[in-house]
């Protein structure tokens, strides 16, 4: 794991990050927006696993938990980061430790699980924000913006558009 704190033209080694434990790529990389020292990334080849990773600067040792939910993305709320949601649509509050079922509604934006992703975009000020892509990666799709101010309990569409490039690109300073 690599950190730049120049928009990518010089890189370091994140300390303490060196351990984390991983069996295959991490698709998903979030820091607690309170505490820069606690991580969540997921890793695994066919499902895969979210893992909390703890680092302690005193020490110079991290540890990593496997939270034991399969999920590819996940985000962290801005103003309570004990509270997680996950692309498969599982909700906790209290950092990871358990965790309550919200797929149902956000299934309804994913009708073939196979040619469908949700990318987690933000969460903050209580509204979750995603992107559903649908479609043929290589070939027309649909890309939706949903919004859920329930915690995923319920979702409505911002926005949908058809798109032949399957892309987007999020504006960190106003996502």
Not at 1 to 7: I, K
Not at 114 to 140: K, W, Y
Request: charged fraction near 20%; glycine fraction near 10%; aromatic fraction near 10%.
């Amino acid at each position: 794991v690599q950190r730049s704190e120049d928009g990518g033209r010089t890189w370091f080694n994140a300390v303490g990050f060196n351990c984390l434990v991983a069996t295959a790529t991490i698709p998903v990389f979030r820091v607690d927006p309170t505490n820069p020292n606690l991580i969540y990334y997921s890793t695994g080849v066919n499902e895969h696993y979210l893992l909390r990773y703890q680092y302690d600067p005193a020490t110079k040792q991290g540890q990593a938990v496997n939270l034991k939910i399969d999920t590819q993305d996940i985000i962290v709320a801005e103003e309570n980061s004990k509270m997680l949601f996950t692309d498969r649509g599982q909700f906790s509050n209290d950092g990871g430790w358990t965790w309550s079922e919200r797929g149902t509604a956000l299934g309804k934006f994913s009708t073939d699980v196979r040619r469908t992703s949700v990318r987690l975009m933000s969460f903050r000020r209580g509204e979750l924000r995603a992107v559903v892509v649908q479609g043929d990666p290589f070939g027309p799709g649909v890309i939706r913006i949903i919004k859920s101010t329930t915690q995923g309990d319920s979702w409505s569409e911002v926005r949908i558009f058809n798109s032949e490039a399957l892309g987007l690109y999020q504006n960190p300073h106003d996502p």
